[in-house]
């Protein structure tokens, strides 16, 4: 039985919450520790992309923590490509230019195969006097795992944000009683936010793209993020459309190491035909600006008010259900999971699957950094918890357990229809990117096809099989399979 939409709650008067106080000892460690490590008066460098958890890391957090140790940070924040563009090349060159870097969870791998990174759990036990009282890794949520090195479980990167990609709808028209006796009148059922794809969720994006036409209104059935030419259009194809389908690891078999059916994968398999194609069918549902969109573009149509429906990522759902100065629907976004095809859910809940990406980052420390005793209390810094509530509120992210039920990130919950709710209960239905070090490359190969399906140059089902042989071809030069 599919999980029900979390009932949005009325938000109470928004009442000026003070920041949690650290204890004292926890609170006297950053200044003793910086000035006895000789580190006041350092600048640390870091890169990161300029996403809502980023941006309050730096113009927030940056100036606590100096203020705290005498350290300054001077944190970059630049598009998605650029920072990894940046930060691989220095780790690369050995150049030390950064201190610290954004590590996104799906590259995780792949950084850990080229020994970009320290070691966090061998430098806090080689520098003991550097170690925070309030900091501990049992604090965090799971989500920790993912920067730990599989075979020893040391750590190499402390979360700065996770959050699920999940569905977002327009309260206010779901709620419409002439649009609900339209809709009711069409299709002979009740509007209700979509649970299942392909069937369900079409009709609904069907109905509000013809509902806005007829009404003259800006008004569309569903986002896309089918950025033809930027990776924004393949992850969402891999990490949200495919697993709504039931195809998991982006249609990889991890024991056969192959993408294709003939050869024991699932990425050009019947499932995953029907999801492109499912998937491309929505851009006649979608926004004009569907075909060049990209997260931050598909954000920016939702809180336009431009989509009755779509898939959004949660540190984006934030800022579109309460910055007014933003967004056009405040007080008019629910949130739910991603609709799914049947019986995907089941498998999700008995662990053989996942419904959609739980996404995040953390900041780690490159092997040829220059600063890392001063990077390392900044990491720790960020990750105590005094300072997780109210960056959870400003920026829909949350990697500490204890954060869900902080009053003030209740009181945001309630302002976003039930966000941290739904993560706090169903985030273990999602997954992160599977552990591919080739995870670029994988991406790189299978990329163009999704490219050319989005443009009309191949159908659906010809671009998946071209796909599965490119990387069938490709995966064993990489030294996976035969």
Known sequence: MAAPTPTPVTAPTPTATPAPKQPPAAADFWGRAAAEAGLRGTTIRGITESIPPSKYAASVLAKEFEQATGIKVELETTSWDQMYDKSIKDMEAGTGIYDFVYIEQDIIYAYLSRNFLTNLTALLKEKPKLAAPDFRIDAFTSFINYFKDPKTGDLYGVPMEAFIKCYVYRKDLFEDPKIKEAYQKQYGQPLTPPTTVPDQYRRVAEFFTKWGKDNKIELYGTTVQAASGHPASFYEFVETILPSFGVYNWGINMETWKASVANGGQLN?????????????????????????????????????????????????????????????????????????????????????????????????????????????????????????????????????????????????????????????????????????????????????????IAGELKPGDALDQAAAALDKELPRLGYGR
Do not use: C
Request: hydrophobic share 40%.
């Open 269 to 453: 398999g019947a499932r995953a035909k029907e999801a492109l194609t499912f998937w491309l069918d929505m851009l006649k549902y979608a926004p004009p600006e569907a075909p060049s969109s990209t997260w931050d573009e598909v954000a920016a149509s939702s809180a336009a008010g431009r989509a009755a429906q779509g898939w959004i990522y949660g540190e984006n759902v934030v800022w579109i259900a309460t910055d007014s100065s933003r967004s056009k629907v405040v007080g008019k976004v629910g949130v739910g999971l991603p609709p799914t095809y049947p019986g995907v859910l089941e498998e999700a809940r008995a662990g053989k699957g996942y419904i959609g990406y739980y996404d995040g980052g953390a900041f780690g420390i490159p092997r040829t950094a220059k600063n890392k005793e001063a990077a390392l209390l900044w990491l720790q810094y960020i990750g105590q918890p005094s300072v997780q509530p109210k960056w959870a509120a400003a920026a829909g992210r949350v990697v500490h357990t204890a954060t869900f039920d902080d009053p003030l990130v209740r009181e945001m919950d309630a302002k976003t229809g039930g966000y941290f709710t739904l993560m706090k209960t169903y985030g273990n239905l999602f997954a992160g990117a599977p552990p591919f070090p080739f995870h670029a490359q994988a991406r790189e190969i299978v990329a163009p096809f999704i490219y050319k399906a």
